[in-house]
């Protein structure tokens, strides 16, 4: 696998790809803490099945044809111990050439992501972002997006129906504390709404964009496919996966280890 990237090596300037060398890639950042899991290591590297999570996302992706290179984006102060880790455990043969480097990442998401950019390759025009908590998204999804985003359209983002009715609320009574009762302010129709998973697809050169023209200042954004609307670039769907849930919560590891154990005893995961 190629060495990690400093920050100054991936910020040289990228030519555009021509269209017999084009080429995918995936950002995966992962230098959050995940507090929502509880105390300990960070989210993406908490073991599933006795593999981190990060391993696993990883591995999901390349195992998509398309699929040239995966860069991971790593905590600051991890890259080194993220750059072993993968090292502990290469990917499959079942992902073929695929390249994975690891660059380190920034304060928020929107940083980490923008830096996972600046390590992309001449030759790559279509780009992944996917979230480490995300780590059984299925080969068919990734597949999906690509094939989307090479048709034409600038920004795919894998969705699932909405199957809670959802309630928008507003601001809480002046002095209320944590807890307090929310008020209704409307209904949206669940038919009109979306869950959306990863990885979202993007032309190489609108996501540069809608990233070089966001604001840097307060948390950042959570959601590229965001940015890009922020541009006015129509951004489409295709249909999701149950199986590419984030693993946000305990409850959620649990349905993770039982969803693996599944694949491992019918697929050979």
């Known amino acids: 696998m190629p060495e990690e990237q400093t920050s100054a090596e991936a910020a040289e300037p990228r030519s555009p790809a021509s269209a017999d060398t084009a080429r995918t890639a995936v950002v995966i950042p992962a230098a959050g803490r995940g507090v929502r899991l509880g105390r300990g290591a960070p989210k993406a590297l908490r073991p599933l099945g006795g593999i981190p ?9 390349a195992r998509a044809r398309t699929v040239a290179l995966v860069v991971v984006v790593a905590p600051p102060d991890g890259a080194a111990a993220v750059r072993t880790m993968l090292d502990e455990h290469p990917l499959p043969d079942s992902a073929g050439a695929t390249d994975v480097v690891v660059v380190t990442g920034g304060t928020t998401r929107q940083e980490s992501v923008a830096r996972g950019l600046d390590a992309l390759t001449d030759d790559i025009d279509v780009v992944l972002v996917h979230d480490a908590a995300r780590p059984l998204v299925p080969v068919e999804t990734v597949e999906a997006v690509v094939a989307a985003v090479r048709d034409g359209a600038p920004a795919v983002v894998p969705a699932l129906p909405v199957t809670d009715t959802v309630k928008q609320v ?66 489409v769907l295709v249909p999701g ?29």
């Open 53 to 61: 999570m990060l391993v696993h996302a990883v591995r999901a992706v």
């Open 170 to 235: 507003g601001p809480p009574a002046d002095g209320a504390g944590p807890g307090a009762p929310e008020p209704v302010v409307a209904t949206p129709e669940r038919a009109l709404l979306r869950a959306v998973q990863t990885p979202q697809g993007f032309d190489r050169a609108t996501l540069a964009k809608a990233h070089a023209q966001a604001p840097t200042e307060g948390e950042g954004a959570t959601d590229d496919a965001g940015l890009v609307e922020a541009l006015g670039v129509r951004v």
């Open 241 to 269: 996966h149950e199986e590419a849930f984030k693993v946000t919560r305990p409850l959620d590891l649990v349905l993770a280890e039982a969803v693996l154990a599944r694949r491992r005893a019918t697929d050979g995961f």
